[in-house]
């Protein structure tokens, strides 16, 4: 099965400078990967997702890039935020037949402000 | 349209006891997947479930943990006899059944075993 490892597990940036999280993945028909981000006492919101049919996604100040041939995908966070402050989950799933999603292990996401 | 629906979002239970977890997918949606996360850890899969059938229990302890969705009425996980370890978030998404891959997730339901 699929096996996804996420690095780091935890992230200290001051306010306004960049985050980048990194997850790898095992599976290469795995071709779907969101991103989810967990606050405190509250369920993983899906923030961002990329399919493998691109290598770049952006949505305001947060960005994913996916290289397919070495099978990781990265996160990007600019002018961070104290909001932004939470726990940050990959994912990888094979989308065919609704699959389910193979979590890494989470990456908590402290800024400084 | 509201979201996916869980409740209770706490219980405690005492060691032995049942434990039922409700689960309501959003409106439209048709698949149900639900996930345990231990403190400080990642979201872990246990079952994937369409009305009326369970897709994938490949997550499922094999012994005191079953799961249903029924076709009328919400998803329920269920735990039997619960044990100390049992203590964690379970985690309800759901997913709509024209979109592959993503996922809903509700806001979760606190298991305590005393």
């Known amino acids: 099965g699929e096996n996804v490892e996420q690095h780091p597990s935890t992230l200290s940036v001051q306010e306004g400078d960049s985050a980048v999280i990194k997850c790898t993945y095992s599976d290469s028909a795995s071709n779907y990967f969101p991103w989810y981000k967990q606050e405190l006492g509250k369920g993983p919101q899906l923030i961002i997702d990329i399919r493998s049919n691109v290598g770049e996604k952006k949505d305001q100040r947060i960005a994913v890039t996916l290289n397919k041939t070495a099978k990781h995908f990265s996160l990007h966070i600019t002018e961070t935020q104290p909001e932004d402050s939470a726990v940050y989950f990959c994912?990888?799933?094979?989308?065919?037949?609704?699959?389910?999603?193979?979590f890494g292990t989470g990456t908590r996401l402290t800024i400084i402000p | 349209n509201a979201g996916v629906m869980q409740n209770p979002r706490h219980l405690v239970r005492r060691r032995g006891q049942e434990a039922r977890l409700r689960c309501s997918p959003m409106?439209?949606?048709?698949?149900v997947y639900w996930y345990r996360q231990l403190p400080e850890e990642g979201l872990k899969f246990m079952v994937y479930l369409q009305k009326e059938n369970i897709i994938d229990e490949s997550g499922m302890p094999k012994e005191r943990f079953s799961a249903e969705f029924p076709k009328e009425g919400p998803s329920i996980l269920r735990i039997q006899q619960v044990v100390r370890g049992d203590s964690a978030a379970y985690f309800c998404a759901s997913s709509p059944e024209s979109v592959t891959g993503e996922l809903f997730f509700g806001e979760g339901s606190r298991l305590t075993v005393l």
């Open positions: 994912a990888a799933s094979n989308d065919f037949g609704n699959e389910k999603l193979t």
């Open positions: 409106k439209g949606h048709s698949h």
